[in-house]
């Protein structure tokens, strides 16, 4: 019944590496967002994409970068991973015409990221 | 920025007690969203409410929302242990945007 599957739930890396985190959705969304999640901050929006090969900046772009060639997965990029990315990495997506009117998201299961 | 800043940060209840969690945020708003999140998991929708409704219904959960004061509440009736997580309210600003979350309450339920 997984709907949205991160393809990596811990990782650990070393301060500099290249790191790909996954994100695959079955439910044919047109929207995918990737978040982050600290203690004290809650969850903050790093990048989105509202359709294949579009990307949108989000509040903490900074250190990322994001890849959208197929609609159905969403990748996040750290070209070079620092220690201040040690995160849970969440991954959602939501349909772009919602019955509700409104923009529900659904959750995968998150990726904790350990960088050091 | 954070827009929805969840009040308290952190509640302790006995099981069959009621549990209300709240939530303000800053500017206008489309809909307003309760998740909940289960500890190292990912978020899962609860339930919605519109700028235009002042309260909604869904099973043991009751929302309200003031759009005077920019503020909403969650209200968990008969609380079980099960119900123990952390509860996120997020704002729509339209209704196709982005949502931006607050911080959340850890609510644990004790048997």
């Known amino acids: 019944d997984v709907k949205v599957t991160q393809s990596s739930r811990y990782l650990v890396k070393r301060t500099g590496e290249k790191v790909f985190l996954e994100c695959v959705q079955d439910?044919?969304?047109?929207?995918m967002f990737w978040y982050r999640q600290d203690p004290g901050l809650g969850l903050r929006l790093i990048y989105f994409?509202?359709?294949?090969?579009?990307?949108e900046k989000g509040d903490i772009p900074e250190g990322y970068s994001v890849s959208r060639e197929k609609k159905e997965r969403f990748s996040l990029i750290l070209e070079s991973a620092s220690t201040n990315q040690t995160s849970m990495y969440l991954c959602a997506s939501s349909p772009r015409m919602s019955r509700v009117g409104a923009n529900v998201l659904t959750f995968g299961a998150g990726s904790r990221l350990t960088v050091l | 920025s954070q827009q929805g800043e969840e009040d308290p940060q952190a509640l302790s209840i006995q099981e069959g007690e009621n549990a209300t969690m709240n939530c303000s945020y800053k500017t206008s708003i489309n809909n307003l969203q309760w998740y909940r999140q289960n500890s190292g998991r990912g978020l899962v929708h609860l339930i919605l409410i519109r700028s235009n409704e002042r309260e909604k219904h869904s099973g043991r959960l009751r929302v309200t929302l003031d759009t005077s004061k920019k503020s909403s509440s969650l209200l968990i009736t008969a609380s079980r242990a099960a119900d123990t997580a952390s509860y996120f309210c997020a704002t729509g600003e339209t209704s196709g945007s982005r949502l931006t979350f607050g911080e959340g309450t850890q609510l644990t339920v004790n048997p």
């Open positions: 994409s509202y359709d294949v090969k579009m990307k």
């Open positions: 439910m044919d969304h047109e929207n």
